[in-house]
Protein backbone atom coordinates (compact mmCIF):
# COMPACT_ATOMS: atom_id res chain seq x y z
CA UNK A 1 0.00 0.00 0.00
CA UNK A 2 1.26 3.18 -0.75
CA UNK A 3 0.20 6.94 1.08
CA UNK A 4 0.47 9.75 0.34
CA UNK A 5 0.31 12.71 3.25
CA UNK A 6 0.33 16.43 2.29
CA UNK A 7 1.49 19.09 4.32
CA UNK A 8 1.60 22.66 4.59
CA UNK A 9 -2.46 24.05 3.79
CA UNK A 10 -3.43 26.94 5.70
CA UNK A 11 -4.79 30.35 5.82
CA UNK A 12 -3.75 33.27 4.12
CA UNK A 13 -4.06 36.84 2.83
CA UNK A 14 -4.96 37.63 -0.62
CA UNK A 15 -1.16 38.26 -2.26
CA UNK A 16 0.30 35.48 0.26
CA UNK A 17 2.51 32.53 -0.49
CA UNK A 18 1.74 29.08 0.67
CA UNK A 19 4.06 25.61 0.20
CA UNK A 20 2.56 22.82 0.12
CA UNK A 21 4.72 19.22 0.49
CA UNK A 22 3.71 15.67 -0.36
CA UNK A 23 5.96 12.43 0.41
CA UNK A 24 5.20 8.93 -0.37
CA UNK A 25 5.08 6.52 2.53
CA UNK A 26 4.36 2.62 2.59
CA UNK A 27 5.35 0.10 -0.28
CA UNK A 28 8.01 1.15 -2.79
CA UNK A 29 7.13 2.22 -6.08
CA UNK A 30 8.23 4.35 -9.20
CA UNK A 31 6.06 7.10 -9.79
CA UNK A 32 6.10 8.37 -13.57
CA UNK A 33 5.05 11.46 -11.97
CA UNK A 34 3.26 13.42 -9.24
CA UNK A 35 1.35 16.32 -9.23
CA UNK A 36 -1.29 18.50 -7.19
CA UNK A 37 -5.33 18.64 -7.48
CA UNK A 38 -7.77 20.74 -5.58
CA UNK A 39 -11.41 20.61 -5.14
CA UNK A 40 -13.35 24.17 -4.28
CA UNK A 41 -16.51 23.63 -2.52
CA UNK A 42 -19.38 22.91 -4.52
CA UNK A 43 -17.07 22.45 -7.64
CA UNK A 44 -15.34 19.08 -8.78
CA UNK A 45 -11.69 18.40 -8.67
CA UNK A 46 -9.46 20.12 -10.86
CA UNK A 47 -5.79 19.67 -12.02
CA UNK A 48 -3.65 22.39 -11.04
CA UNK A 49 0.29 21.28 -11.57
CA UNK A 50 1.88 18.18 -12.60
CA UNK A 51 5.99 17.09 -12.86
CA UNK A 52 7.02 14.59 -15.02
CA UNK A 53 10.55 12.83 -14.08
CA UNK A 54 11.19 10.96 -17.27
CA UNK A 55 11.25 14.11 -19.33
CA UNK A 56 11.92 16.70 -16.55
CA UNK A 57 8.86 18.83 -17.35
CA UNK A 58 6.11 20.38 -15.65
CA UNK A 59 2.51 21.67 -16.55
CA UNK A 60 0.35 23.73 -15.00
CA UNK A 61 -3.27 24.77 -15.16
CA UNK A 62 -3.80 27.85 -16.81
CA UNK A 63 -5.81 29.60 -13.29
CA UNK A 64 -2.20 29.31 -12.08
CA UNK A 65 0.71 29.48 -14.54
CA UNK A 66 2.93 32.47 -13.20
CA UNK A 67 1.85 32.23 -9.92
CA UNK A 68 2.62 28.76 -9.24
CA UNK A 69 5.61 26.11 -9.20
CA UNK A 70 6.13 22.82 -8.74
CA UNK A 71 9.36 20.85 -7.74
CA UNK A 72 10.10 17.32 -6.52
CA UNK A 73 12.27 14.31 -6.11
CA UNK A 74 12.02 11.08 -8.18
CA UNK A 75 13.74 9.13 -6.06
CA UNK A 76 12.47 9.89 -2.54
CA UNK A 77 8.58 10.45 -4.28
CA UNK A 78 8.33 14.02 -2.76
CA UNK A 79 6.63 16.68 -4.28
CA UNK A 80 5.98 20.24 -3.38
CA UNK A 81 3.62 23.18 -4.38
CA UNK A 82 5.05 26.80 -4.58
CA UNK A 83 1.96 29.32 -4.80
CA UNK A 84 2.47 32.67 -4.78
CA UNK A 85 0.44 35.61 -5.11
CA UNK A 86 -2.73 33.45 -4.17
CA UNK A 87 -6.71 34.50 -4.68
CA UNK A 88 -9.32 33.80 -3.05
CA UNK A 89 -10.55 31.18 -5.71
CA UNK A 90 -7.55 29.48 -4.89
CA UNK A 91 -9.36 28.52 -1.84
CA UNK A 92 -9.41 24.54 -2.13
CA UNK A 93 -8.74 21.72 -0.72
CA UNK A 94 -5.66 20.18 -2.28
CA UNK A 95 -4.61 16.97 -3.07
CA UNK A 96 -1.40 15.05 -3.71
CA UNK A 97 -1.85 12.27 -6.26
CA UNK A 98 1.03 10.23 -8.08
CA UNK A 99 0.78 7.37 -11.32
CA UNK A 100 3.37 5.20 -11.97
CA UNK A 101 2.83 4.75 -15.59
CA UNK A 102 2.29 7.01 -18.85
CA UNK A 103 -1.67 7.39 -19.11
CA UNK A 104 -0.82 10.01 -22.06
CA UNK A 105 -1.93 13.34 -20.32
CA UNK A 106 -0.36 14.54 -17.47
CA UNK A 107 -4.03 15.54 -15.77
CA UNK A 108 -5.31 11.88 -15.75
CA UNK A 109 -4.35 8.44 -14.62
CA UNK A 110 -3.57 8.93 -11.23
CA UNK A 111 -2.77 5.82 -9.32
CA UNK A 112 -2.48 6.89 -5.76
CA UNK A 113 -4.16 10.12 -3.98
CA UNK A 114 -3.46 11.99 -0.98
CA UNK A 115 -6.01 13.10 2.04
CA UNK A 116 -5.89 16.28 1.38
CA UNK A 117 -4.68 20.18 2.73
CA UNK A 118 -7.08 22.66 3.35
CA UNK A 119 -5.51 25.99 1.39
CA UNK A 120 -8.07 29.69 2.34
CA UNK A 121 -7.19 32.41 0.96
CA UNK A 122 -8.74 35.71 2.26
CA UNK A 123 -9.62 38.74 0.77
Known amino acids: QVQLVESGGGLVQAGGSLRLSCAAS????????MGWFRQAPGKEREFVAA????????HFADSVKGRFTISGNNFLNTVTLQMNSLKPEDTAIYYC????????????????WGQGTQVTVSS
Open 97 to 112: AAKSYDSGTYYSGYDY
Open 26 to 33: GRRFSSYA
Open 51 to 58: ITWSRGST
